[in-house]
Every structure is written in structure tokens, then in C-alpha cells.
């Protein structure tokens, strides 16, 4: 008895010369007889299709449609491209080609399990009947786990579902400069469609060791906290930490608006925030001229899980674009803790067995194969880099939780933000004992490494003796000085929002402050005196300014001109 069933789909039951062909074409491609069913399926006005097994043959109109689109895909050159379509098309003839194609087996929050696709791959990108997209995420003997981008109201259990044989990517381009995208490259900014330039999968390996070079150049932040004491370099990954409202998208914003005129590409990946805070960010990057060399790639809150899954790694695509191409680019993932918390919510829903604080196990690698991602290439490779800024959020200052010792380990420098110090009036917020940069000197110019001095050492004292004398009444006079210089130092690291300041600023700041000038500067003035110096060095001593900035060195005799002239602006103003 034959036992093997093929099954053909039409608006029109086929007659016998064409069930004749069928056997014979069974015989041809499977060497074997088959008994062939007929359903009626008025879908089909045209053609027919035919399931084999896990083999599917679409000679419906739509099927030979998607055929031909394949086709016409394919032409590649960007000459005369109108000759070679016109050519394609009248050579187009539909082939007899097997699809493999599935069957939903049950879906619900975001995710499919799918049957029938015995050869779908991690990473694979699906397509459901209604149109609908999903990535494979699941691979179990029998079934496949899929998770949907878009809403899965349209897919419903016995839905067919289509292999792709893609794996998930994002189109990339200059283009995208200056734009707002969803997780899948999708313009969201009402401005019209972006004409890509490439396709990158938006998981891809990262740069070997060989293909590297040392961090040995810096990305200035404008924060003169950061630049002096935890420089971030071109190909570093540092970890922006802190608890909620302490000033942590503050700082990655101020190093992006930092960055205009210096050729460097700015990417911000915005997970799982709400819709108006992003918009709101935008506004203000377009106010300071920052868009015309950033990207915002935005999961907002009300996206799905799988979308705020894939944001950063679609930004690091688009950076890696870039980087490719031998330039500089700074990228901020905002935040890694609501992206880890929607990879717990897939995960969860995919029946993974829970680990601590109910994450998977693989966690930790989900974030290592992003950040790793980031690198200073090679000359051979281009010489491009990418710097990436990922932020966490902690709860009550505990840099103990999971999450954040995590990507701790991971990344090359913290900078820690705390709470009782922001709401002291210190802004940015930066413990300066709890914050390191492993990269340190290695991202400063040799005048910013030669101004900042002892100014950490001091800062530690400084926090020491004033721990130690709190409840002290009577103090010598080298104490109090002491205690003045420390309060002096402290009062120079605050600075407004939006902005940062130059290299020339930070240095003729750090070398007064640091010589101990602004000592008897009341410090409710203290501030605005330097800015005021600052200025009058730009207006009066230009020449000095100009050499800081366009050098990057700082001589030994510039430097006590500095100092002097410090003393004379204190003296005579």
C-alpha cells in the first residue's frame, strides 16, 4: 500500500493528463510514487500549490510574483540597470523550485512555535502567511520557537510560514545620518524614506586581535570630570552607571553634542524609553546642530520585546557601516538593563529554564558579543573605530546586582553616578572614587595628561580629611587650606548641561584651579570667574588657546605662562 501523499491546492480540481504529469514529475524528483490529493482552496485563482512532505512547490500567482521579485533582486549593478531588468524579465520563466514551509502550532505574546521547518537556522528570518516577520530563536527536535516584529493578531495556529534562508539585518548608509529609526532600519521621523546604501546582519562577529590596534586617541566628552581623570578613547567601551534620574543619558548626550565638527559619527540607541523622552532628545540634539552626525535607532517602551531585543544590535550594525569605512563613530545603547529585561521576558516566554533574578544563563553573552563589537581597527582595516557608551541603571546604588557586575566585566572603565552627590548640587553626579577608566592616559593628549596632574590624588585627600575633620571644631590653618583647595576642586567639576567644554578651557581651568589661584574666589562665584578667564584668555591670548587646541601639547613654558596670566586676570579683574 502506498503510503506516501501528495497534496495539490487549487480553485480547480486538476484533470487526468495533468494528475498524469503530477506522477511523472513524482517519479522524476523523488523516485518514488505518490498518491496525489486535491483540496479545493479558492485563494488560488491562479496556478496551484503543491505540499510534498516538508517540500512546497508555489505555482500560485503570488508564488511566481515572489519568484520573479527574487529575480529582479538580484540584479546588482548600479549601470545600466534598466537593460539588464528588461532582460530579466522577459527571460523570466517560474521554477519548479521546493519551498519549506511550516505551520504555526500556537502563538501568543510576541512569540510562534512553528512545525515543519527541519532546516530553519538560528537567527533565520521567517515570514507568516498574513505578512507578518519573525526570527528564529528556538530550536527544539520537532519545532521551532519564533519571535514576531510585528503584531501577531494576523497569526493564528495553522498559519503557514515561510523560510527566508536570511538572517536578520538592518540597511545601512549615509543616508541614516541625521535620521530616527525603528529597530529594523524604518524611518519614524516623518521625513521620508532613506535610500540604503548596504544590507548588515545585525549580528556579526567581532573584530579579531589582529585586526585591532591599541586605544591611543581621545573622544572628548566636554565633561571636564571625565576628560581628566577617565578619559573614554576611540575603540573603548565605557560603562556609564547609576540609579534612576542621575544624570546618566545627561552625560552621553553632552559627549554627542561634543563631537560636532570632529568628523565623528554618533549613533543613540534609545531601549525601552518612553516615546516623548526620546523625542524630546531629539529636539534638543537638533538644537545644538548635533543631528547633522547622529542616528537615533529608538525601541520606544511600547514597542514589543523582540524590537527592544534587537535595538542595540541593529545601532552597532549601522556603527560597524562606518567604522568599515575608516571613520570614527560613538555609540550609546540607552539603557543595557530594560534591553536585558526584554531579553528575560523572550526568554522566559520561550520556556528557557530562569537563572538568578529569573535571567538565562546565557545572559552575560548577550551583552559581551555587542560590546566586544566595538573596536579601534587596524591600519589595514581602515583605521575606523567604535566607541561604545553603554549605560545601566542600578537600584539604590547597588553595582553588586547581576546586570551591572556583568557588563562591569566586560567593559574597559566605569563612570559611577550617584545619587546623594546630584542631589547635593554636584552635577555630573561622578564619584570620583568609584569610577575608572583602564585605558587612562593612553586617551588623553599629552596637554590634558600634563594639566590634570594630581588633581585624583587630591580629590581622594581631600575626601579623606573631610570625612576625618566633620566633626571637628578646632583646625589649623594648613587644614582649613586644605579643606579650601579640596572644596575649590570640587566646585570646578560642576557644569551646566549641554555644555561641554573645549580642550583649550579644560586645560587653562585645570592648570589655575590646580596652582591653587582661585583659592580666595568665593565659591558661589567661583564658576562664573572661570568662564570669565576663560574668555579673557580667548579674547587677549589667543595664541596660547589656538596652540592647546590644534596641537594637543602643552609646553612647559605655556604652561607658566598660564599660571601668570591666571594670576593677573584674579589680581586685576
Not at 430 to 443: E, H, I, K, M, W
Amino acid at each position: 500500500m502506498n503510503n506516501k501523499i501528495a497534496v495539490l491546492f487549487s480553485d480547480v480540481a486538476p484533470n487526468s493528463v495533468q494528475e498524469k504529469r503530477f506522477i511523472e514529475f513524482f517519479r522524476e524528483k523523488y523516485h518514488a510514487d505518490y498518491k496525489l490529493i486535491w483540496k479545493h482552496d479558492a485563494s488560488i485563482k491562479k496556478g496551484f500549490r503543491l505540499e510534498i512532505e516538508s517540500d512546497v512547490f508555489d505555482w500560485s500567482g503570488e508564488g511566481m510574483l515572489r519568484q520573479l521579485n527574487s529575480a529582479i533582486k538580484s540584479v546588482s549593478s548600479k549601470e545600466n540597470v534598466i537593460p539588464l531588468l528588461k532582460d530579466k524579465l522577459e527571460k523570466f520563466v517560474p521554477e519548479a523550485v521546493a519551498e519549506e514551509i511550516g505551520r504555526v502550532l500556537s502563538v501568543g505574546d510576541g512569540i510562534a512555535y512553528v512545525d515543519g521547518l527541519e532546516n530553519a537556522t538560528f537567527g533565520e528570518i521567517l515570514i507568516f502567511e498574513s505578512g507578518v516577520r519573525g526570527m528564529v530563536q528556538e530550536l527544539r527536535e520537532n519545532e521551532v520557537g519564533c519571535i514576531l516584529f510585528d503584531e501577531d493578531e494576523s497569526v493564528s495556529e495553522g498559519s503557514l510560514v515561510r523560510r527566508t534562508g536570511k538572517t536578520a539585518g538592518i540597511p545601512v548608509g549615509e543616508g541614516f545620518i541625521g535620521r530616527v529609526v525603528d529597530s529594523l532600519g524604518k524611518p519614524i521621523d516623518g521625513a521620508g524614506e532613506i535610500k540604503e546604501a548596504d544590507y548588515y546582519p545585525i549580528e556579526g562577529p567581532a573584530p579579531g586581535i589582529v585586526d585591532r590596534k591599541p586605544v591611543d586617541s581621545p573622544i572628548q566628552t566636554g565633561l571636564l570630570v571625565i576628560d581628566s581623570m577617565f578619559p573614554v578613547g576611540k575603540g573603548q567601551r565605557e560603562l556609564i552607571i547609576g540609579d534612576r534620574q542621575t544624570g546618566k543619558t545627561a552625560i552621553a548626550v553632552d559627549a554627542i553634542i561634543n563631537q560636532k565638527g570632529k568628523d565623528v559619527i554618533c549613533i543613540y540607541v534609545a531601549i525601552g524609553q518612553k516615546s516623548s523622552s526620546v523625542a524630546s532628545l531629539v529636539t534638543k540634539l537638533r538644537k545644538f546642530g548635533a543631528m547633522d552626525y547622529t542616528i537615533v535607532v529608538n525601541a520606544s517602551a511600547s514597542d514589543s520585546a523582540p524590537l527592544q531585543y534587537i535595538a542595540p544590535y541593529s545601532g552597532c550594525s549601522l556603527g560597524e557601516y562606518f567604522m568599515n569605512k575608516g571613520k570614527d563613530v560613538l555609540i550609546v545603547y540607552d539603557d543595557l538593563s530594560k534591553h536585558a529585561a526584554a531579553y528575560r521576558t523572550l526568554s522566559l516566554l520561550l520556556e528557557r529554564s530562569p537563572g538568578r533574578e529569573a535571567y538565562p544563563g546565557d545572559v552575560f553573552y548577550l551583552h559581551s558579543r555587542l560590546l566586544e563589537r566595538s573596536a579601534n581597527l587596524s591600519d589595514e582595516k581602515g583605521g575606523g573605530s567604535m566607541t561604545a557608551l553603554p549605560i545601566v541603571e542600578t537600584q539604590s546604588g547597588d553595582v553588586s546586582a547581576y546586570i551591572p557586575t556583568n557588563i562591569i566585566s566586560i567593559t574597559d572603565g566605569q563612570i559611577f553616578l550617584e545619587s546623594e552627590l546630584f542631589f547635593d548640587g554636584q552635577r555630573p553626579a561622578v564619584n570620583v572614587g568609584l569610577s575608572v577608566s583602564r585605558v587612562g592616559g593612553a586617551a588623553q593628549t599629552k596637554a590634558m595628561k600634563k594639566a590634570s596632574g594630581t588633581i585624583k590624588l587630591d580629590l581622594s585627600q581631600y575626601k579623606e580629611m573631610e570625612v576625618f575633620t566633620q566633626f571637628s571644631s578646632d583646625l589649623d590653618d594648613a587644614t582649613l587650606e586644605q579643606l579650601k583647595y579640596g572644596q575649590v576642586l570640587t566646585y570646578m567639576l560642576r557644569q551646566p548641561q549641554y555644555k561641554p567644554m573645549p580642550v583649550h578651557r579644560q586645560v587653562i581651568t585645570l592648570i589655575a584651579v590646580l596652582s591653587k589661584v582661585f583659592n580666595d574666589v568665593p565659591l558661589d562665584r567661583l564658576n562664573g570667574r572661570i568662564n570669565e578667564m576663560n574668555e579673557w584668555f580667548e579674547a587677549n591670548h589667543s595664541d596660547i588657546t589656538d596652540r592647546i587646541e590644534q596641537s594637543g601639547i602643552l609646553s612647559d613654558e605655556d604652561k607658566k605662562s598660564i599660571v601668570s596670566l591666571a594670576k593677573d586676570f584674579i589680581t586685576l579683574r
